[in-house]
């Protein structure tokens, strides 16, 4: 997402987020319940870490086979009756879904959470076609009233909290009084959503998990919404990255007890809707149509590179971000990116390109919260280092798209310093002996050392080097 | 003797007499006294201590940013340092990860690969070395002190330790451990982050240290320069009453008779 032809610049964004008192208690209490609430859906270690075993393999089985299985997965699908379209880019799939809403003159989309839609804009796309598209899910209805975008990919609207909510409501909704009781403002929603399902010509969805071997589209939920969007309007249309399918339907279940004990910490969703088709003959209810698109936009790319393709395997649980230090301070609008968080700064710089989202990849202290609570696994600050290296050189054999772009003459002249002078062994003894002797003399406004100050005193070298003193009292006795 | 004792065939000991030390250049420029603390500890449990000449950088700030010529150039000449097979030791969780986990990939397919690989596998954290080779035994012979403890990122996540600090602080009789709330959570610093990012990074500080500050401890224990460093800041500029201290220090200071 870039704003006025600049490169968005995650350290300004969350410098601006770190001012916002509000924002920083709402994120901080929601992940530390989520965190919580996922602790104590994994009782066992070594229960969880068979489980992610069994879910790492899973995923892993399934990038192996990865085009075989997307075959077999068209092929059952249209035997099944669910038509399949092919998108390489956002814009295709975006022209494709308007081709067949114009076709069937649908002009009243409704949907069900989607971040592969979310991806690709779809929303705005289909409104500056005339075509309105209102989402379903409550937290993404939250958000699209204010026109905003998700902050998270579970719990969109988790940078909200209930009174800012109520406002909300009491502003935008028809008729609506002003309550902070959550029961009758998830009423409200359900009332305005209730007509909405009845009355849209067509509904979205996205795709948890496309079984390969029975064309059955996995969809998980908790609210009805995503029931209601597939199952309601005569047609609907399914999105997914071409990274979701699986082999066989007893894959998806490991994978399902992942996803929604890592996201919301619950054993069991409310709903999990297996869709295998448009209304038979005889059935009373059901689309008459079912569409199923799978988008590329640079994830055939990223499963090309052997070091590269475990990104693939995120089935987007979103436990990265509750865990993440970074992002719980943040949220997620700070990153200028449909995906946040730690598994966001890995994709979306292999998608946009890891030059102009250079600013996600210093993003990270590489605390490594992230993957221990993956649960499939995903290397995330390897393949953040990796990038980082992408970012700043043009390695040749390398397809990583905008390899090299990152590259900046300081930078790069740091480095040949710095290895410069721990190389010789010498010389890094010369530096100490000054850093030593002239501790507390060091300019003030040298950058890093005014970075670091911002927060903190200045760090002062010992009044001697641990080497100095070895090499003239020997070593310590004990 | 019991059948089922375990016999030591060689007839040899499979505690290592003589190991290296590797200062860390955190701590040879900003924490020498957990240096001297850590060889002492070693030499006071009967380990002859090496501590070779030329030591710089373990290479992990350019590694990390991608700049893997330059890291590999400077640890090159960092394992040259260590030759023969003895334990290579060092007081930080971070620079032993960085030398015993990713070294390996740094140098795949190198010439020098091998030998690189035999380096890392003799790599050891401190307090990993005291408790899991040595089962080194500690009598506390200071005053009654409550400390608090902060897990570094590097040392449990990537070395992967598994509570050996917090069980040779547990043999302190008259030192109380007061738990972070948030032990397990960073504390901003991430070498290059703290500052590429510092605004973050600064807010994730003062968070460790208002954690700290209120838990009531006397000081904060770690076993990196790189955490200490960075809560120290945030603690010197507060003017805030609590110091930190790097773990071998600690324990050095603890048990020795003067």
Avoid at chain 1, 274 to 290: A, M, S, W, Y
């Amino acid at each position: 997402m870039q704003i006025d032809g600049a490169h968005p610049d995650f350290r300004a964004a969350s410098a601006r987020a770190l001012l916002d008192p509000q924002l920083r208690a709402n994120f901080r209490r929601a992940m530390d319940g989520l965190m919580a609430k996922r602790a104590a859906q994994f009782p066992d270690p070594a229960d969880l870490k068979a489980m992610r075993d069994l879910g790492t393999a899973i995923r892993a089985r399934s990038l192996l086979r990865l085009p075989e299985l997307l075959e077999q997965l068209e092929a059952s699908c249209t035997r099944n009756g669910i038509q399949v379209h092919w998108a390489r880019t956002c814009q295709e799939a975006n022209g494709k879904i308007l081709g067949l809403l114009r076709t069937r003159g649908a002009t009243r989309l409704v949907k069900g959470k989607s971040m592969v839609s979310e991806e690709m804009g779809l929303n705005h796309f289909l409104e500056a076609n005339g075509v309105e598209a209102l989402e379903s899910d409550l937290g993404e209805y939250i958000i699209q009233l204010d026109g905003e975008t998700p902050s998270h990919i579970i719990m969109p609207a988790i940078h909200k909290n209930r009174n800012q909510i109520a406002r909300q409501f009491a502003q935008k909704i028809k008729d609506a009084q002003f309550t902070e009781d959550v029961d009758e403002l998830t009423a409200m929603a359900r009332r305005v959503l209730r007509e909405k399902f009845f009355e849209a010509d067509a509904g979205l969805s996205g795709v948890n998990f496309a079984v390969a071997d029975t064309g059955t589209l996995c969809l998980v939920e908790n609210e009805g919404n995503g029931r209601m969007s597939t199952h309601v309007p005569p047609l609907h249309i399914a999105v997914m990255g071409l990274e979701k399918v699986v082999g066989t339907l007893e894959e998806v279940a490991p994978l399902y007890a992942l996803l929604t004990r890592s996201a919301t910490g619950q054993a069991v969703t409310t709903y999990l809707n297996l869709i295998r088709g448009p209304r038979g003959q005889g059935e009373l209810d059901g689309p008459r149509e079912v569409h199923l698109v799978i988008l590329d936009n640079g994830r055939s790319r990223i499963y090309a590179d052997p070091g590269l393709r475990a990104t693939l395997r995120c089935i987007r649980c979103g436990a990265c971000m509750n865990h993440c230090p970074v992002y719980t301070r943040v949220g997620g609008h700070a990153y200028e990116a449909v995906y946040p968080g730690p598994i966001g700064k890995i994709l979306t710089p292999q998608i946009e390109g890891v030059g102009v989202r250079h600013d996600q990849l210093h993003g990270s202290s590489l605390c490594g919260a992230c993957a221990e609570v993956c649960p499939v696994r995903i290397p995330i600050p390897e393949i953040l280092v990796r990038l980082r290296r992408e970012a700043t050189h043009d390695d040749p054999g390398s397809r990583v798209e905008g390899k090299g772009t990152g590259r900046t003459s300081a930078e790069d002249l740091s480095w040949r310093l710095w290895a410069m002078v721990l190389r010789r062994p010498r010389l890094y003894r010369t530096a100490c002996w000054f850093a030593t002797r002239f501790r507390r003399l060091l300019p003030a406004d040298l950058p890093l050392l005014k970075a670091w100050t911002t927060a903190r005193a200045r760090p002062v070298p010992a009044r001697r080097s641990l080497q100095e003193r070895i090499r003239k009292e020997g070593l310590p006795h004990a | 003797m019991p059948p089922w004792e375990c016999s030591d065939a060689g007839g040899g000991t499979l505690r290592p007499e003589r190991a290296y030390f590797y200062g860390t250049c955190l701590v040879d420029l900003f924490f020498p006294e957990a240096g001297l603390a850590g060889i002492k500890l070693l030499r006071r449990a009967g380990v002859e201590v090496v501590f070779p000449e030329g030591q710089t950088c373990c290479g992990q700030p350019a590694f990390n940013c991608g700049y893997r010529e330059e890291a590999r150039a400077v640890a090159r000449g960092q394992v040259a340092l260590f030759p023969g097979d003895l334990p290579v030791i060092l007081p930080s969780g971070s620079c032993a990860g960085m030398m015993r986990n990713h070294y390996p990939e740094l140098f795949h397919g190198e010439p020098d690969e091998a030998e690189v690989r035999a380096f890392s596998a003799r790599v050891y954290e401190l307090t990993e070395f005291l408790v899991d080779v040595l089962d080194l035994r500690l009598e506390d012979l200071g005053e009654p002190v409550k400390v608090t403890w902060h897990s570094s990122c590097h040392a449990l996540r990537d070395l992967g330790l598994n509570g050996q600090p917090q069980a040779l602080l547990g043999q302190l009789a008259r030192v109380e451990l007061a738990p972070l709330a948030r032990e397990a959570e960073c504390c901003g610093f991430g070498g290059t982050f703290s500052v590429r990012q510092p605004e973050l990074s600064g807010a994730m500080a003062c968070d460790k240290a208002a954690d700290a500050l209120a838990t009531g401890a006397d000081r904060m224990l770690s076993t990196d320069g790189g955490c200490l460093l960075n809560v120290q800041g945030v603690l010197g500029k507060q003017g805030a009453p609590l110091r930190v201290q790097h773990i071998a220090e600690f324990l050095w200071e603890r048990t020795h008779a003067d």
